[in-house]
């Protein structure tokens, strides 16, 4: 095989949670030009529909289906679903997720729990789902998006930083216990992306200032930028592919240089 034709995806089923729009959006795409057949869910109908007619702007032809990934009986359902209509999945990208940005005494015991169970639970739920088939099939590929907050801590974001913490040791869990049937799970770690979840942090200020927050990120990106789900795709198709065959239980930062900078010196 040539190095070239170790990244691609021809002949594979490629299942992205969450991924009508943003970093699942994004990484689909790329799973779609390297060949791969794409499914994905939403959590809801107008999320699903919105999802197919961005694809289908860019010639591609996508399966979408409404689920709910916290709910292990309607995955369960999907699974069989999409092996029947679509074929068998051979790559799975846990990327439905969702934030809560609530200082951690002001957050109630249940908003914690809604976290958990979106970035969390559902990786586990959707991952237990998919692997059996993957065993008989002698192989396949996981990814779960992480965060750098799976390594670091950040105000108003305790639920989400001890999910993507969780999340990374998942990775590292399903990697230990099904490499033996020739199973990759790795993660990728975004750093801050500009996405429509982000969208209002980077809002100008009514001085045409930038957002403090914008401020903040660009001063500790050595990059001096906010990434771009164009950013993801090498690195989602790497995962994916051929190409990681002996990568395993590991998280690829994709962050600018975040987690390597500890920050400008004083002049």
């Known amino acids: 095989m040539g190095i070239l034709n170790s ?10 949670t969450g991924a009508s729009y943003g970093i699942g959006f994004a990484i689909a795409c790329a799973y779609a030009e390297a060949g791969a057949t794409i499914v994905f869910n939403d959590i809801n109908q107008d999320l699903v529909d919105k999802g197919l007619a961005s694809y289908k702007e860019k010639n591609i ?8 990934v916290t709910d292990e ?35 109630s015991a249940e908003q914690f729990r809604q976290v958990i169970d979106v970035d969390l639970n559902a990786p586990f739920i959707v991952s237990k789902a998919v692997i059996p088939s993957m065993i008989e099939m002698g192989g396949g590929k996981i990814i779960n998006i992480c965060s750098m907050m799976s390594e670091l801590g950040r105000e108003t974001v305790s639920a989400y930083a001890a999910a993507k913490g969780g999340l990374k040791m998942l990775t590292r869990n399903i990697a230990s216990e099904y490499g033996k049937y020739n199973i990759q799970c790795n993660g990728i770690g975004p750093g801050y992306i500009a996405t429509p979840q982000t969208a209002p942090l980077r809002e100008k200020q009514p001085d045409g200032s930038r957002h403090p ?15 771009s789900t164009d950013d993801l795709m090498g690195p989602a198709v790497f995962l ?25 010196q004083p002049s």
């Not at 699974?79 to 790559?91: D, Q």
Request: aromatic content about 10%; hydrophobic content about 45%.
């Open 7 to 16: 990244f691609s995806l021809e002949g594979k089923v490629a299942w992205v």
């Open 61 to 68: 032809e996508a399966h979408g289906y409404v689920c709910d």
């Open 73 to 107: 009986n309607a995955v369960n359902e999907l699974t069989k679903k999409i092996e029947k209509e679509v074929g068998r999945i051979n790559i799975l990208v846990n990327n439905a997720g969702i934030i809560k940005r609530i200082p951690m005494c002001e957050m």
């Open 213 to 227: 927050f914008d401020s903040f990120i660009i001063s500790k990106t050595p990059a001096e930028r906010w990434g």
């Open 240 to 264: 994916a592919s051929a190409a990681s065959n002996f990568v395993n239980g590991h998280v690829l930062y994709v962050d600018g240089g975040i987690l390597a900078y500890i920050g400008k």
